[in-house]
């Protein structure tokens, strides 16, 4: 299932938490597994914030959060940590639970959130089996979870060889499972929209190289591979590596092969027509070299600022082909939304292209 498709279900998941099963999300590591959970509980609680703001929710805020979130990595617990520790109370021995597990009558955690369970796969089968209360009846031991706490656990998969054990078909049983799957079109929505945002440079080379995104094998000794955690790497190295030094940085990132054509590409620019002289009205387009558009689009991505250049974008994108002028306007766009809604063509741009852009998307 596809990123954005797991946020759905999620999303609707959360709202319901009663009836929802617990879910897990399973696939090799680096696709996101994490970051689709945490954006799914942030979403939701900026949505019970405005909720609460305009008094159509009675949800309490707790130490900044209306809707909770706990990432607990469960390869890093012993199985005592998740009942907490026992302590004789007016000589009656009772188990003292965690503070930041969401049980009834835990005042400092909010009423709703989403209890993330991370790198379950990776935790020995006895702590592995200390989840199954919590996962099935919402509780440990005598403690009960809040109600409208959500469950949604991850790890991943014995042939990914990521230091895993197999599940047990107890622990198996109790959720429903989800394959997570790398996708293209999903990514790119989310390197435009993260902050910061995602080198253009690498968003062009995707377009142009996409099954570069995530390439993972198992039996490969190399321990450098691509992956959108990888390539988020990468855009990191860009703005702060020594140019003399950026290959090597970045084999040890993405590795040889990948590196190699990503260097390559960045090559390209020096084919690029000046930049200035386009900002300035040039209206140069190169033609039969789709490497060198891609790399020209993403070079302008970058060098716009404001809206006076991004009108000369609007008026540029005329002489470019339907595919690179969308994807050259919506990125701006998203870099700055303020500054192209300040551009005087854009709505009238926004409207005549309104149905190449869902397509592009």
Request: one cysteine or more.
């Given at each position: ?339 192209m809604a300040g551009a005087p063509s854009f709505e009238k741009w926004a409207l005549s292209n309104s149905d190449i852009i869902r397509k592009v998307k």
């Amino acid at each position: 299932m596809r990123p954005s498709a797991i946020k759905e279900v999620l999303s609707a998941a959360v709202n319901d938490p009663t009836i929802a099963p617990p879910m897990f999300i399973e696939g090799p590591p680096g696709v996101g597994k994490s970051a689709v959970a945490r954006q799914v509980a942030d979403a939701t609680d900026t949505m019970l914030k405005q909720l609460i703001i305009a008094k159509k929710s009675d949800a309490i805020i707790v130490k900044d959060r209306a809707f909770g979130w706990l990432d607990t990595r469960a390869s890093q617990h012993d199985p005592t940590d998740f009942r907490g520790i026992p302590a004789v109370i007016d000589g009656k021995a009772i188990w003292l639970p965690p503070a930041d597990i969401p049980f009834e009558g835990n005042t400092d955690i909010p009423e709703q959130g989403m209890w993330f369970l991370d790198e379950v796969t990776s935790a020995p089968p006895l702590v592995q089996a200390v989840l199954y209360q919590a996962i099935l009846d919402h509780a440990i031991g005598e403690h009960q979870l809040k109600k409208n706490w959500y469950i949604v656990a991850a790890g991943n998969r014995i042939e990914d060889r990521a230091v895993t054990y197999r599940m047990s078909s107890a622990l198996a049983n109790r959720f429903t499972h989800i394959n997570f799957d790398v996708d293209l079109n999903d990514w790119n929505d989310w390197a435009k929209t993260t902050k910061p945002q995602v080198n253009p440079n690498i968003m062009m080379f995707m377009k142009w190289k996409p099954e570069l995104l995530f390439k993972f094998d198992p039996e490969s000794s190399e321990k450098a591979f691509c992956s959108p955690r990888t390539w988020d790497f990468v855009s990191r190295h860009l703005a702060i590596t020594p140019t003399k030094l950026l290959s090597e940085v970045l084999i040890g990132t993405v590795g040889k092969g990948a590196t190699a054509e990503f260097m390559s590409f960045l090559k390209l620019q020096r084919e690029l027509p000046d930049i200035e002289t386009i900002m300035k009205g040039d209206n140069f387009v190169p033609k039969d070299r789709l490497d060198l558009t891609y790399a020209l689009v993403g070079a302008l991505a970058v060098r716009a600022k404001g809206s006076k250049d991004f009108e000369r974008m609007l008026q540029y994108s005329k002489h470019l082909d339907t595919e690179f002028a969308v994807l050259l306007i919506t990125m701006l766009a998203q870099k700055d939304e303020p500054a192209m809604a300040g551009a005087p063509s854009f709505e009238k741009w926004a409207l005549s292209n309104s149905d190449i852009i869902r397509k592009v998307k």
